[in-house]
């Protein structure tokens, strides 16, 4: 009887072990099937020859990016929009792991965890279609803008949270991909999309967290002028501006673009205040698109120096930061404090909605960047849509400065946000406000 007892146990144990991992297994396939069967390496899919369909992506007017049919895949028939959307879409290989092939492979594959990638008859009922919010036009048009240079160009509707328009470059043909894409040095970063995964010294355009952080803690911020004489010493150092400015405020100070006023604005919050602001408004954290996360910009100046806090104040230094990141920054300002759900289609996950600033600071930076365009910029690069921005000229080490601009047009008839970063550009206003200029002028235009 013992024996038999003994015996009973483990069979109970075995039992239990076995149904522990079949449990564990299902669970397993549950979750983690569709990153699974969506991986590189999957001949089934990513082959020239592959036996499984991964459906049509379309645009929000309908217009053809990708369709794959009896194993043959293929991408727009437009040269510039093949590689305008690349890092949206995706290619064939599997090696751009941000993209939608490799995040949003239920909707364009049919995938469920039941059948698979087994075809039924339902599958007809548009299982694979995905049809996003870009504007094909627009994205074209923003990669021949790019002229050949590298950068990120986003935007959207503050309003809905919608895509526009999203552009990375480098990038290349999917459909005649380069033989020495692996080893030339022109395709560095190539599979990265830099407007989700890159961060770029921000230059100027960081000066609206600065002022956000006077806003935060000086009291009589809107009155607190400063002297600028062209040039600043600090120890044996100095912070340098473009021009001699004299006396000015803050809203004039962001209008001249002036490093000398917003030194001298750091050194008086403190390294602690102005990078617990910048975490406020989403450095040093993460965020969300597409069901993925990722980084954004880094600010690291509790521990500063004087010079090295002057010249974070004006988006240099260690600091950088993500144009999706500064995206949702930017429709924060346009939302009264509250960024927009970005997303690319009607079934993306999205950043959510996040409150970033409080009502007030949004709304008094929503003027003062308004000025700068009015008073400063020139209205006759956004006609009729009201647009308040800020540029930035990053200065990177050897190199052309990175040319940055971020704004968003307060006509609600024309509820655009867009950043624009292009490196090694020269110029803030002349390079990304030209090609800023082109993609918003031309959703006014169609309508969007």
Request: proline share 2%; hydrophobic share 40%; glycine share 10%.
């Amino acid at each position: 009887m013992r024996t038999t007892a003994k015996r009973s146990i483990v069979l109970y144990i075995i039992l239990f072990c076995f149904l522990f991992g079949m449990g564990f297994l299902t669970w397993k396939v549950y979750s983690d099937g569709e990153n699974w069967v969506s991986y590189g390496y999957n001949g089934h899919i990513y082959a020239e020859d592959a036996v499984v369909d991964l459906g049509i992506i379309t645009d929000r007017n309908g217009i053809l990016l990708y369709e794959s049919e009896d194993g043959a895949k293929s991408y727009s028939e437009n040269y510039n929009l093949r590689l305008s959307t690349l890092h949206t879409i995706g290619d064939r290989q599997g090696y751009i792991g941000t993209s939608l092939m490799a995040n949003s492979f239920s909707d364009i594959t049919g995938y469920n965890f039941v059948t698979g990638l087994n075809e039924l008859p339902f599958d007809s009922f548009g299982t694979k279609n995905l049809k996003l919010t870009l504007d094909a036009e627009i994205n074209a048009r923003a990669y021949e803008a790019l002229g050949g240079r590298n950068g990120a160009v986003l935007m959207c509707n503050y309003k809905t949270g919608e895509i526009i328009c999203k552009v990375s470059a480098p990038t290349y043909d999917p459909m005649n991909v380069p033989e020495d894409i692996l080893e030339n040095e022109a395709y560095d970063g190539v599979f990265l999309d830099n407007t989700l995964s890159s961060s770029y010294t921000p230059g100027s355009v960081f000066k609206l967290i600065t002022a956000v952080s006077a806003m935060e803690n000086l009291s009589g911020w809107a009155n607190q002028t400063y002297t600028c004489e062209s040039e600043m010493y600090i120890g044996d150092s100095k912070v340098t501006c473009l021009g001699y400015h004299g006396e000015l405020n803050l809203q004039s100070a962001l209008g001249h673009s002036c490093n000398i006023y917003f030194a001298k604005l750091a050194l008086e919050l403190g390294g602690e205040k102005l990078q617990a602001t910048a975490e406020r408004l989403g450095f040093n954290g993460s965020f969300d698109f597409g069901g993925m996360t990722f980084k954004t910009g880094k600010v690291d100046i509790k521990d500063a120096t004087d010079i090295e806090l002057a010249w974070a104040a004006v988006g240099q230094y260690t600091v950088s930061a993500n144009p999706m990141q500064m995206l949702m920054l930017t429709t924060a300002i346009a939302n009264g404090g509250t960024s927009c759900d970005l997303h690319i289609s009607s079934k993306d996950a999205g950043t959510g909605r996040i409150k970033l600033l409080e009502r007030d600071e949004a709304e008094e930076l929503s003027k003062m960047m308004r000025d700068t365009v009015q008073y400063y910029y020139g209205d006759y690069f956004f006609e009729n849509m009201e647009v308040a921005a800020k540029t930035g000229t990053a200065e990177v080490d050897g190199r052309l400065p990175n040319a940055w601009m971020v704004g968003f047009s307060r006509n609600e008839d024309t509820p655009y946000a867009f950043v624009v970063i292009i490196e090694n550009a020269g110029s803030g206003l002349g390079d990304a406000g030209n090609l800023a200029s082109v993609i918003m002028n031309m959703a006014r235009d169609k309508g969007i």
